[in-house]
């Protein structure tokens, strides 16, 4: 009997141990169940909340976008309405020249204005190889025409308000030192002509400035250029210590170049477009928040210049970027092996301290041929093996590279 009772009651103290440890290990695991549901449901809410922000910004954007598209079309309009205006206004001036030209139009061979003031509303005055003094001077074109034919006109600290007027200036030289020019809805040509702004600063708000051929200078000079246009086509801007704010205006340079030594151009909004052209950027500085830059098949050097573009836009469409000093080049699939090669080739010749310390040089084969053919196509792999060694045979600068480089040859590539 008393084995029996020690059985019973060894067999219940074990009853009671097994329900107490899987009663134990069942609430643990609904415990640990229970956390993993919570850390579940705050993750979910983590989720939630991450996509209602995104999508506020989402919002957000839209909304921006959507203002911004509002008010390029606003833009536009005020573009389209302005140029109905102009379409008006020389409409005007043709019928007020059928009453006005006899009495108001002059031939002059030199015009000396020192601290005078010439007013020329709705007249026109013709200066064929003649010369135009303004020293400290104002001249005011409201509506008024000036020819000046092979002339030359100087500014130095004088002042020229072109309000609505028009200036003809082919092959004539412009000297704008210290002096101001304001073209406020007023026009501008220089075919083949030349603007020196040393020091000397020109607002263009809604006029425009046609320089084809020409060239602009602009030394320690700046131009402002809001909603303003200047064509510049097979002309040149130089810009060394000068500025060029262009905020909403646009500036036309096909075939033509931008010299940006040490000077600094400001395009909020704004518009260049360079097609065939060429932008030199020595030192210079551009910056491009929200505006554009339009340079089809055009070429940019930066050689120590700095580019910002906060939300601007550059378009290269079949352009060429060269980055002088950065050893950075943008990937072009039409550049050969070999002007890769002898690119890497040349900088590994420069002298010590010039030269990088790490260079990497990317092919696209035999990786394409790989994807094309196959591993297996032995004659597409030993055409590859041997465009690669061509590439590197008979360098010219190869024996000015070896004395820090591991120079590759034919035996070891």
């Given at each position: 009997m008393p084995d029996k009772f020690s059985n019973n009651l060894a067999l219940s103290t074990f009853h009671l141990a097994l329900s107490v440890t899987f009663r134990l290990a069942l609430s643990t695991f609904c415990l640990a169940l229970s956390t993993f549901h919570l850390a579940l449901s705050t993750f979910?809410?983590?989720l939630s909340t991450f996509r209602l922000v995104l999508s506020t910004f989402h919002l957000v954007l839209s909304t921006f976008r959507l203002a911004l598209s509002t008010f390029h079309l606003a833009l536009s309009t005020f573009r389209l309405a302005l140029s109905t205006f102009r379409l008006a206004l020389s409409t005007f001036r043709?019928?007020?020249?059928?009453?006005?030209?006899?009495?108001?139009t002059f031939c002059l061979a030199h015009v000396y204005n020192p601290f005078g003031i010439v007013y020329i509303p709705f007249g026109a005055?013709?200066?064929p190889f003649g010369t135009v003094y303004i020293p400290f001077g104002t001249v005011y074109i409201p509506f008024g025409i000036?020819?000046?034919l092979f002339g030359a006109v100087y500014i130095p600290f004088g002042t020229v308000y072109i309000l609505f007027g028009t200036v003809y200036n082919p092959f004539v030289i412009v000297y704008i030192p210290f002096g101001t020019v304001y073209i406020p809805f007023?026009?501008?040509?220089?075919?083949?002509?030349?603007?020196y702004i040393p020091f000397g600063t020109v607002y263009i708000p809604f006029g425009t400035v046609d320089i084809p051929f020409g060239a602009i200078y602009i030394p320690f000079g700046t131009i402002y250029i809001p909603f303003g246009t200047v064509y510049i086509p097979f002309g040149a801007v130089y810009i060394p210590f000068g500025a060029v704010y262009i905020p909403f205006g646009a500036v036309y340079i096909p075939f033509g170049a931008v010299y940006i030594q040490f000077g600094t151009v400001y395009i909020p909004f704004g518009t260049v477009y360079i097609p065939f052209g060429a932008i030199y950027i020595p030192f210079g500085t551009v910056y491009i928040p929200l505006g554009t830059v339009y340079i089809p098949f055009g070429i940019v050097y930066i050689s120590f210049g700095i580019v910002y573009i906060s939300f601007?836009?550059?378009?290269?469409?079949f352009g060429i970027v060269c980055s002088i000093h950065s050893f950075c080049l943008v990937y072009c699939s039409s550049v050969t092996y070999h002007a890769r090669t002898q690119e890497v080739l040349s900088w590994m010749a420069l002298p010590r301290g010039e030269r990088p310390d790490f260079i990497t040089l990317y092919f696209d084969e035999p990786d394409l041929a790989g994807h094309k053919y196959g591993p297996k196509d032995e004659?597409?792999?030993s055409r590859n093996d041997t465009d690669m060694v061509e590439i590197f045979k008979n360098n010219p600068n190869q024996s000015t590279y070896t004395d820090?480089?591991?120079?590759?040859?034919t035996n070891n590539i």
């Open positions: 979910h809410l983590a043709l019928a007020l020249s059928t009453f006005h030209l006899a009495p108001s005055i013709y200066i000036v020819y000046i007023g026009t501008v040509y220089i075919p083949f002509g030349t603007v601007g836009i550059v378009y290269i469409s004659e597409q792999v820090s480089f591991y120079a590759p040859t």
